[in-house]
């Protein structure tokens, strides 16, 4: 959740701005933020395989 809000508060903020890279901001965005946001789930979803003893499991989804 905290990815999203990030994304949202950044493209707001970015969107009102004039930028010398026009491609920067929605690079930043689904980049950078949206990276974290796809390793924040990766490892919610293996920390609860191995706290459930499904190390098997806790590979890549």
Do not use: D, W
Not at 17 to 43: A, D, K, N, Q, R
């Amino acid at each position: 959740m905290a990815g999203c809000a990030a994304i949202g508060v950044f493209m707001t903020i970015s969107s009102g701005i004039e930028h010398p890279y026009p491609l920067l901001p929605p690079s930043f965005g689904t980049g950078v933020l949206g990276g974290f946001t796809t390793f924040s789930t990766y490892t919610v979803a293996v920390t609860r395989r191995v706290i459930a003893r499904s190390r098997l499991l806790a590979g890549p989804p």
